[in-house]
Structures are given as C-alpha cells and as structure tokens.
C-alpha cells in the first residue's frame, strides 16, 4: 500500500478479511462466489479469497449487477458502507 495510491477494492476486502479472522468471524467463502462478476478474472489471486468472502457476507458488492472492479479505486463512500455492514456483521453498534 502507498501512502498517496488510493485503496482498491480488493485491498479493502484484504484488510476487512484479516479484520474479521481477529474477530473470530467465519471468513471462509464458496468457490464460484465471484462467478457472478464479469470481470472476477480481473481479481488479484492474493485478494480472491478476501473479495469472495466480502461479496458473500454482503459487504462489498459490484459497481453493477456483473461488474466488481477489484482493481479500482474504493471511494470514501463506498468505505464507509462497508464498515457500517461490518459493524452490523459483527452484532456492534
């Protein structure tokens, strides 16, 4: 991660992942779970794991109904609605 390079998708449901195995939440995913995404190709194999998880715990979804755009930038929008499904996932408020 660079300090001035902005966040992708995949990093954030890499460090969201890492976050929940902390927690003690179950990170595990199906395979297939990003089949529904054209472009799940597209996704880092280190970050395909993280992103199936995120996808299938509903806390990212895709910029449409067959696009997930794991390399792009996550906004400050779209990373505040997936800490708030995390605290939701997690019971907290």
């Not at 995949?10 to 195995?21: F, G, I, N, P, T």
């Not at 089949?35 to 715990?57: E, I, T």
């Amino acid at each position: 991660f660079g300090p001035n390079v902005p966040l992708t998708r995949e990093q954030l449901a890499v460090m969201l992942c890492r976050y929940a195995k902390l927690l003690n939440l179950d990170t595990t995913a199906p395979d297939g779970q990003l089949s529904a995404f054209a472009d799940a190709s597209d996704a880092s194999p280190w970050a395909a794991d993280a992103l199936a998880w995120a996808v299938k715990a509903g806390l990212l979804t895709g910029k449409d109904d067959t696009t997930l755009d794991a390399a792009g930038p996550a906004t400050r929008a779209q990373v505040a609605a997936v800490l708030q499904r995390l605290v939701s996932l997690t019971g907290q408020t």
